[in-house]
């Protein structure tokens, strides 16, 4: 029979590390700490397995799983030596969500599970506080009321603050027990008029129903939306913790908090982290209130006054601090703590690996192998490429003048300017509109996942540097600033106060998530400077890395950014962006509204010198570099203006009437451009075409070559190519030209003539047109359209219900369909071989930046893949892991 129910703590661990698929994160560490000995209050698990069957059978729990719950409950009660419901001395838990992958806030918890009316009166008895037994049991009927009942947890928040008012209290704290005992009877009426029943008084009910809760979580809509940015499998399901209560509010020697075992914003090894004396654990992740530091010397940078846990408890800070060395050793990976602090006596609640910024990964990795704590490639695998995003864009211009409203916490760095929005919907709505937005919140929860995706960057008032805006924001890479005091939000005004200052709406704010500072109007920014642990990760990574890593790029700009980022190559260079040109628009119309062959080749040598030019200045970027120019591939109708205000302007430049050009612009309207006269049906048609582009190609690498003495390594790319006939033609005509180009500079160069495959065709007949091509590049964004019969840019109406619903693993378009589109890619590569041995292969799409994608293609022994240049170090990364893992 399927054990379901896994124990720790007390001396028992029937689980570990090694189990986090079945226990979770979680519980899995739970399990691992209490087998290495640190102080875990005892436990149990309830394992992802049963969540899948909760659902598989209707959302029960069958007889075989209640047993063994109720044997996890005696071990804890054997443990505690406290009973559950025992109205002298009751046993309390806390039930809470535990994912096989971090997803911090996205699931429900509750505490305090245990209390009733009769329970209540014992914890205060055993507690010797009445006051904390009244206040622990308002927070389990909130909490419990919002999580399992599915009450609006503001009509519980509005009776607090209408309570405090009415005794003309500020803070929570000040409440007494018998002001708690008020408020429970408050709580429980807006239970019994909301829900239509009793709070429930049975504790055996209370502990199925969060069970359920947090099983239920699973589906939420915020989870399911941070699963699917995140790209986690909504089957894993999520395991149950339950284990034993232990209070961080049972007075001054109390205390809760969540520490880092190294800075997860900088990656320093010092210890970081925050705390809060006489208060449980939601205090300080739900950003209620503005903690304490955990050292003397975070609290005095901060210059904050209130003392830190160092300063406050020093003997158990000093036993935390150990905690600390011993996780790091065993797991050697910086670790994400939750603790708690009862009455003196130091309690791990979990640990788990840390959400850290890219600047903190590389760090961190670059310092435990240089600490020899892992080897060189082990910090190369454990760095995400994705991550590297956030390195590779701009931060503010540190000599620009800043207006400056408030300084907060530096919750996640980066920064980012946009227009303020008040609410996660309106983010959504605003950049889906293509603005850039700053979500401001008073404070984020789960249920904001979507607004703080769509934006740019999120400032909330309050919370501190783990609370859940700024946990979230450094894993989306998001800049923040949390705890901004100053700040104030009217809702139905729709502005944001700062002192005297007031913002509407959609005014433009920065803010800066290295220094807490937000500030008015837009700041601009300066480009980031990629050395230190950056390049010293690039160099251990190029070790072990086989796929070669181009960029996409058509300006000498991009090249050289490209070739910065560690670019050995361009893999797609698209001219026909060239062509776009506003000095060189009117010479491609009147190629195009050319009569014959005449008339478009006196157009084309107006063209000639100025694609020599584009080509001169990137071969001479790329020197020594191998370079795919792609030849025209778009339909001609794109050169020509199709609103009714442009044609008089455009015929009066190309030098025919309104209706010649009107009557050539309907000619070439087709009803499906993508699959219509474009690619090498363009160059079939109209040779003199690419005859241009390839006299441009060899004339600039012959001038480079004769100048620089560098080799210029020209790599000529037939677009669309369904058969190798179309190839044949265009290569004919591509070596008519360089022979033609090389006899007139008396100059003679190494040149290819390969295909984009990016029809289903192509890809079917490879070994036929691998006769003719020297080297495949495939175009999976097309070929992604071609196979499955889905535009891209129409696409966005329904994938994501697609991926939700498990159609598609995830979005085609961001990472290969490995079994549609992967599988027409490796019969051409398989094909293609036998033909030509040694052809060379490589894909150009934007996939090439993607490292699932890279995996694939070092699956397949691909030679390359090309991607956009800021995303070069990603590849490199991404394919060194590859290599690693195969």
């Known amino acids: 029979m399927a054990q379901y129910v896994y124990r720790f703590g007390g001396g028992v661990s029937d689980g570990g590390a090694g189990d986090r698929n079945l226990l979770g994160g979680k519980g899995a560490n739970l399990a691992e700490m209490a087998g290495i000995g640190l102080p875990v209050p005892p436990g149990f698990t309830i394992t992802t ?24 409950i005696a071990h804890i009660e054997g443990v505690t030596g406290k009973r559950f419901g025992d109205a002298a001395d009751p046993l309390l838990v806390s039930v809470r969500s535990g994912a096989r992958v971090s997803m911090p806030g996205m699931m429900d918890t509750v505490l305090n599970l245990g209390l009733n009316d009769e329970t209540v009166v014992g914890l205060a008895a055993k507690a010797g506080d009445e006051r904390f037994a009244w206040d622990s049991y308002r927070r389990f009927i909130q909490m419990y009321s919002d999580v399992v009942l599915g009450l609006d947890h503001g009509a519980f928040e509005e009776a607090l603050e209408i309570a405090k008012e009415d005794r003309g209290y500020t803070l929570d704290t000040e409440m007494s027990a018998d002001d708690w005992k008020g408020l429970v009877a408050e709580y429980k009426a807006v239970v019994e008029r909301e829900w239509n029943k009793p709070f429930p008084q049975d504790v055996h009910d209370q502990l199925w129903g969060a069970t359920a809760a947090v099983f239920g979580s699973w589906h939420s809509e915020r989870a399911r ?22 209070f961080g509010n049972m007075g001054d020697t109390s205390a809760t908090g969540v520490a880092f075992t190294r800075d997860p914003s900088t990656g320093d090894n010092a210890h970081y982290g925050e705390f809060l004396i006489n208060a449980q654990g939601e205090d300080v992740v739900a950003g209620i209130r503005t903690p304490q530091y955990l050292t003397r010397a975070a609290r005095e940078t901060a210059g904050a006054k209130a003392a830190s846990m160092e300063e406050a408890m020093p003997e158990t800070f000093a036993e935390l601090a150990k905690v600390f060395r011993l996780l790091e050793d065993h797991y050697r990976d910086m670790q994400d703590i939750e603790f708690t602090v009862e009455r003196g006596k130091l309690w791990m609640l979990q640990t788990r690996t840390g959400k850290r910024t890219a600047k903190a990964a590389l760090k961190i990795a670059v310092d435990m192998a240089s600490e020899g704590l892992i080897a060189e490639e082990e910090a190369v695998a454990r760095v995400d490429p994705a991550a590297l995003d956030q390195l590779l864009h701009p931060t503010l211009d540190p000599d620009a003048q800043r207006d400056v409203l408030t300084k907060g916490l530096p919750a996640s760095p980066g920064a980012a300017s946009g227009a303020a929005v008040f609410d996660s919907d309106t983010a959504e709505r605003r950049a889906n509109d293509g603005e850039a937005v700053i979500l401001v919140r008073i404070e984020t929860s789960p249920e904001d996942i979507h607004g703080m995706h769509a934006a740019r960057g999120i400032l909330t008032a309050r919370g501190g540097m783990t609370s859940h805006a700024a946990v979230v924001a450094r894993g989306m890479g998001r800049p923040c600033v949390s705890g901004a005091g100053m700040l104030s939000i009217d809702m139905k005004a729709r502005v944001m106060r700062i002192g005297s200052r007031e913002i509407a709406e959609g005014e433009t704010v920065t803010i800066d998530g290295a220094t807490g500072e937000v500030m008015a109007g837009a700041v601009p920014t300066v480009q980031p400077e990629l050395a230190g642990d950056f390049g010293t990760l690039m160099v251990w990574a190029d070790k072990v890395r086989r796929l070669r890593i181009r960029a996409n790029a058509e300006t000498p700009a991009d090249c050289r950014t490209a070739r910065d980022f560690g670019a050995e190559g361009v893999g797609l260079c698209r001219t ?8 060189r628009i009117t010479a491609v119309r009147q190629m195009i509204l050319a009569a014959d062959e005449k008339g478009r080749r006196a157009a084309l040598d107006k063209l000639l010198p100025e694609q020599r030019a584009d080509f001169t200045e990137i071969f001479e970027v790329m020197a020594g570099l191998p370079v795919t120019i792609r030849l025209l591939d778009p339909p001609l109708h794109e050169f020509l203006p199709h609103e009714e205000d442009e044609f008089a302007e455009v015929a009066a430049a190309a030098g025919v009437d309104v209706e010649t050009l009107k009557r050539r612009a309907a000619e070439l309207h087709e009803f499906n451009p993508m699959l219509g006269h474009r690619g090498c049906r363009l160059g079939v048609t109209y040779p003199e075409i690419y005859e241009m582009q390839a006299r441009a190609i060899f004339e600039a690498a012959c001038d480079v070559a004769a100048k620089s003495g560098a ?29 033609a180009v090389f006899a007139e500079k008396d100059r003679r160069l190494d040149y290819l003539v390969g295909t984009m495959i990016e029809l289903p065709r192509a890809a079917l007949k490879a070994g036929e047109i691998a006769d003719a091509a020297a080297f495949f590049s495939f175009g999976t964004n097309d070929l992604t359209q071609t196979t499955l019969g889905v535009s891209r840019d129409d696409a966005g109406r329904f994938l994501t219900t697609y991926v939700d619903k498990g159609i598609y693993a995830t979005d085609p378009f961001v990472s290969i369909d490995v079994e549609g589109v992967g599988e027409l890619i490796e019969i051409a590569a398989t094909r293609g071989r036998a033909t030509r041995p040694g052809i060379k292969l490589g894909i150009c799409g934007e996939h090439g930046g993607d490292p699932a994608s890279i995996r694939f293609c070092e699956g397949l022994g691909l030679d390359y893949v090309s991607a956009s240049p800021y995303r070069v170090p990603i590849a490199r990364l991404a394919a060194a892991q590859a290599a690693l893992k195969k």
């Not at 049963?50 to 729990?61: A, N, P």
């Not at 149950?240 to 209560?245: E, I, L, S």
């Not at 026909?576 to 000095?583: K, L, R, S, V, Y």
């Open 49 to 72: 397995e049963m969540c899948t069957r909760y659902y598989d059978e209707g959302e029960t729990f069958p007889d075989s799983v209640r047993v063994e719950v109720a044997a996890g």
């Open 225 to 246: 939306v941070y699963r699917r940015l995140n790209h986690i499998s909504g089957d894993w399901g999520t395991a149950v913790n339950v284990q034993a209560m232990v």
């Open 576 to 583: 026909e962006h060239m062509f776009f040109d506003a000095a």
């Open 711 to 739: 080799a210029v390594v020209p790599e000529v790319m037939i677009p669309l190519v369904a058969t190798k006939r179309e190839l044949e033609l265009m290569k004919a005509v591509v070596d008519k030209a360089a022979e």
